[in-house]
């Protein structure tokens, strides 16, 4: 919502200008129809109503379009070269919006055809005022890279938060997820379970008696189990699961996967996780909690995750209660828990 209102104020005073540049500088138009005057109302129409519009991906992708178009029609109704030429500036706010919300496929698609509007209104294509091969070039030669680096500097800029938000959702040991990496990357999950034939898992897993290998063999040994125990967790999940070490030797995975392959991802944890190679020998208690079906928003989405996760590490310590080296799975449909189903650590379910 800031960032819709925001950009909403934007797109409204954007048509303010618009309004303003003709009342001020009266403005002389290629055509009699105060085409810039209509374009101004719907731009500041467009503005008031996007803070209050639901945000999608092909309506965001609608935004570009009508704003791409709309500074075109802008620009090419204006009959004075140099208002044309200030008016093709605004591309690169177009530009900017699309770096930070869009992919390169779309800036590409934007830079050419700002680039042939640039290009049309340098040259005076529909007005009489007569242009030189060295005005055109001039104003080309100000116009297009000026628009291309405004978005490239934004990209560039977004580059590095995105490297140092990165890095402040990692664990510095692992390179697992933190909490706080974890947490994001459940919402994108959770975004994506949409249907009954998909089952959501959350795992629980804590390292047997890691204070005797830091007690024995010292805090290097201690940390190379750590390490061990993080790629097994790779070869055993997902490559799209949300993997993340939230403890000194407590780990959380977070995976989606239609409901016919849970049996068989199940099937490989204990082997893989409590496998006897590696000196020295370690196992893990290890709790899951699965929702099979559909939540019916987010809110209830949200809510259900921390329900599983509460339910996995209930699972888990109930393993460690009962010596280690197990696996404790609870399956949930239509938010019902069943009864925890236990294995010895070599077979689950």
């Not at 104020?9 to 500088?25: E, H």
């Not at 019916?296 to 310590?317: F, K």
């Amino acid at each position: 919502m800031p960032t819709r209102i925001g950009i909403g104020v934007l797109v409204f005073l954007l048509g303010v200008t618009i309004l303003l540049k003709r009342l001020g500088t009266h403005s002389v138009q290629a055509i009699e129809f105060p085409l810039d005057v209509v374009v101004a109302v719907l731009v500041m129409i467009g503005g008031t109503a996007l803070p209050f519009t639901a945000t999608t991906r092909e309506r965001s992708y609608l935004f570009v379009i009508a704003g791409d178009f709309a500074v075109a029609v802008i620009v090419l109704a204006e009959a004075n070269p140099d208002q044309r030429l200030l008016g093709c500036l605004v591309f690169g706010l177009v530009g900017s919006y699309i770096a930070f919300f869009h992919n390169l496929r779309a800036q590409l698609w934007h830079l050419l055809f700002s680039g042939a509007v640039i290009v049309v209104a340098s040259i005076g294509v529909f007005t009489d005022v007569p242009s030189g091969l060295s005005d055109v070039l001039g104003r080309i030669a100000f116009a297009i890279p000026v628009i291309t680096v405004i978005p490239v500097v934004t990209q560039i800029a977004l580059a590095l938060l995105s490297n140092d938000a990165q890095s402040s959702e990692l664990d510095p040991l692992t390179d697992l997820l933190n909490r706080r990496g974890l947490s994001r990357r459940t919402s994108e999950l959770l975004q994506a379970k949409s249907g009954l034939d998909q089952s959501l898992l959350v795992v629980v897993i804590d390292i047997d008696n890691f204070k005797h290998f830091n007690d024995t063999y010292g805090h290097d040994v201690g940390d190379r189990v750590i390490l061990r125990t993080a790629y097994r967790l790779h070869d055993w999940a997902r490559s799209d699961a949300a993997i993340a070490r939230v403890g000194g030797d407590e780990f959380v995975v977070v995976q989606m996967m239609p409901l016919p392959y849970v049996g068989d991802l199940l099937a490989r944890i204990a082997p893989i996780m409590n496998s006897p190679t590696g000196e020295p020998l370690s196992t893990t208690s290890i709790g899951i909690a699965i929702h099979n079906g559909a939540w019916p928003d987010v809110q209830a989405a949200e809510s259900g995750l921390r329900d599983l996760h509460r339910l996995a590490d209930s699972a888990m310590y109930e393993s460690k209660r009962m010596g280690g080296n197990r696996v404790h799975s609870i399956v949930l449909t239509d938010q019902q828990p069943q009864q925890p189903q236990r294995s010895d650590g070599r077979s689950v379910l």
